[in-house]
C-alpha cells in the first residue's frame, strides 16, 4: 500500500486532490454506541472521525491566507469526510495555550494569520461548527492542555499571553515552554480556557490530546 501524506488524500470523487486531514476510525465505545438494533453485540452507530491538524498548518488551515481561501480549504475537507461517510471531524481549537475562537483567556491563534493575537476577521470557530452541522457531522473540539508555547522565548508570545503575566506557572522543556500542571491555580486556568468554548459554543464533543506532558527525551535532556 502506497503511503498518503497527511496533507492530501485521492478522493473517490472524480479523482479529484484535495487537501485533507488523517483520518482515524474510532472503535465504537459503549458509551457511544447505539444498541437499539436486535442484536446488542452489534452497534448500529460508529463514531468515525477526521482529526484536523492546525498546528503549523499540518491539515488546515493555510497560515496567513484569505478568509475565503481558509473557509474553501476547511469546506473542501467536511465534503471528504461526508464522501467517506464519515460522521465526525474531530479538529484543534487550542493547539497552543491560544485560541481559533475570540477567548477571554488566551490570545488569537497564530495558526489562522501567521501572527499570534491577530483578529482573523471572523470566528472561526463559529464557522467550523456551522460548516459541520450543515454537512450532519458532528463537531468535536480538540485541546491541548499545558503545550504553552513552541518555543523557549516568552517575549515572542502576545501582549497580555497568560505565560508572559504568570512566568511562574511555566517551565522550559525541550526548546517549549509548558504549563506545570501541579499548581492548583494553573488547573484552574487550564480548564477555564477550555470550557469557555464548551459553554458559549455548540461543540458536540471535547477531546484532550497531546498533553505535552515531560518524558524522557530520545536527545537525553533532563526531566525539570
Same mark, same amino acid.
Not at 497580555?160 to 488547573?187: A, M, S
Given at each position: 500500500m502506497s503511503h498518503l501524506s497527511r496533507r492530501t488524500l485521492l478522493t473517490a470523487t472524480g479523482g479529484a486532490l484535495v487537501s485533507s486531514s488523517f483520518i482515524a476510525t474510532v472503535g465504537t465505545s459503549a458509551a457511544l454506541a447505539d444498541t437499539s438494533g436486535s442484536d446488542d453485540s452489534t452497534p448500529v452507530r460508529q463514531l468515525r472521525g477526521m482529526w484536523i491538524a492546525t498546528v503549523w498548518g499540518i491539515d488546515w488551515p493555510t497560515v496567513g491566507a484569505s478568509i475565503e481561501q481558509q473557509k474553501q480549504e476547511y469546506e473542501a475537507l467536511l465534503d471528504a469526510a461526508v464522501e467517506m461517510n464519515l460522521n465526525a471531524v474531530v479538529s484543534q481549537v487550542r493547539p497552543v495555550a491560544d485560541a481559533f475562537w475570540p477567548s477571554p483567556y488566551e490570545p &488569537?491563534?497564530? +495558526?489562522? %494569520?501567521?501572527?499570534? *493575537?491577530?483578529? =482573523? *476577521?471572523?470566528? $472561526?470557530?463559529?464557522?467550523? @461548527?456551522?460548516?459541520? !452541522?450543515?454537512?450532519?457531522?458532528? +463537531? !468535536?473540539? &480538540?485541546?491541548?492542555?499545558?503545550?504553552?508555547? @513552541?518555543?523557549?522565548? =516568552?517575549?515572542?508570545?502576545?501582549?497580555? !499571553?497568560? $505565560?508572559?503575566?504568570?512566568?511562574? &506557572? %511555566? +517551565? %522550559?522543556?525541550?526548546?517549549?515552554?509548558?504549563?506545570? =500542571?501541579? @499548581? =492548583?491555580? $494553573?488547573?484552574? +486556568? @487550564?480548564?477555564?480556557?477550555?470550557? !469557555?468554548a464548551v459553554e458559549n459554543y455548540d461543540v458536540d464533543a471535547m477531546h484532550w490530546d497531546d498533553y505535552f506532558y515531560p518524558y524522557p527525551s530520545a536527545d537525553g535532556i533532563p526531566l525539570p
Open positions: &488569537w491563534s497564530q +495558526f489562522i %494569520t501567521g501572527e499570534q *493575537g491577530k483578529d =482573523p *476577521g471572523y470566528d $472561526v470557530l463559529a464557522w467550523q @461548527i456551522e460548516q459541520a !452541522h450543515k454537512r450532519n457531522l458532528e +463537531f !468535536h473540539a &480538540w485541546f491541548n492542555p499545558y503545550r504553552a508555547a @513552541i518555543n523557549p522565548d =516568552p517575549e515572542l508570545l502576545a501582549e497580555g !499571553h497568560p $505565560v508572559r503575566e504568570h512566568p511562574e &506557572w %511555566t +517551565f %522550559t522543556f525541550n526548546n517549549q515552554i509548558l504549563y506545570n =500542571p501541579g @499548581i =492548583p491555580e $494553573v488547573q484552574e +486556568f @487550564i480548564r477555564d480556557a477550555m470550557m !469557555h
